[in-house]
């Protein structure tokens, strides 16, 4: 089974700074790969998505994610925060089979 | 756009109680999945389905139960609630092999 890793649990920055949120997977065989953001009491949302081509893929709201295939890892980087991008973001991963593997997530809390 | 629907956003119920947790998609998804999220833990799936009475096993199924009779509908059932269901309920479907798309959630309070 695959196994991902967000190391913070909490991430802190002021608003108009540049963040990284960490992920790392298990396996170097084939997988799909997500990020997903979750605004309170709301259901998750993708983000981003990366299945193959280009491994730096980029979401509508300025966010950006590049898969390292020798590092096993997915990290999600914004150049400018903002204060509405507050919210819990999720990594995860699809590898063989229909099951999603999810890390345990990254509270983002922007400050003014 | 895809349309995950839950029953209910808020629930309580009483310890030993049955409880239905519905979810209904708009797309014809193969795929459906059931997960709970609680502080710390992230998304930990407890049952998910690729097909009409199809169901597969995921991490943490012990208490509860699925049913799925109809493409568009999984159900979760608690068959006996304890204080510790007490959870956050997210449903999700998918169509291989792209991402997941998520319900609400349904926040479930068990007393």
């Known amino acids: 089974a695959q196994s991902v890793t967000q190391l913070d649990s909490q991430v802190p920055v002021f608003e108009e700074a540049p963040v990284e949120l960490r992920c790392n997977y298990s396996s170097s065989v084939s997988v799909y790969l997500f990020w997903y953001v979750q605004y309170p009491n709301q259901g998750l949302q993708l983000l981003l998505k990366?299945?193959?081509?280009?491994?730096l893929v980029e979401s509508i709201n300025g966010f950006e994610a590049e898969f390292n295939k020798s590092q096993t890892s997915f990290h999600l980087r914004k150049p400018s925060v903002h204060i509405s991008d507050t919210a819990e973001y999720f990594c995860?991963?699809?590898?063989?089979?229909?099951?999603?593997?999810f890390g345990t997530g990254t509270s983002l809390t922007v400050i003014p | 756009d895809v349309k995950v629907t839950q029953s209910s956003r808020y629930l309580v119920k009483r310890t030993g109680e049955k409880v239905f947790l519905e979810c209904v998609q708009d797309?014809?998804?193969?795929?459906m999945f059931w997960y709970r999220q609680d502080p710390g833990l992230g998304l930990r799936l407890i049952y998910f389905s690729y097909d009409v009475k199809m169901k597969e096993k995921g991490d943490i199924p012990e208490g509860y139960s699925v049913s799925r009779e109809k493409k568009e509908r999984f159900s979760l059932i608690l068959e006996s609630a304890s204080t510790n269901q007490t959870s956050m309920y997210l449903c999700?479907?998918?169509?291989?092999?792209?991402?997941?798309?998520f319900g609400p959630g349904t926040r479930l309070t068990v007393t």
């Open positions: 999700a479907s998918s169509v291989d092999p792209y991402e997941q798309y």
């Open positions: 797309m014809d998804h193969e795929n």
């Open positions: 990366y299945l193959s081509g280009s491994t």
């Open positions: 995860a991963v699809r590898a063989t089979g229909n099951q999603f593997y």
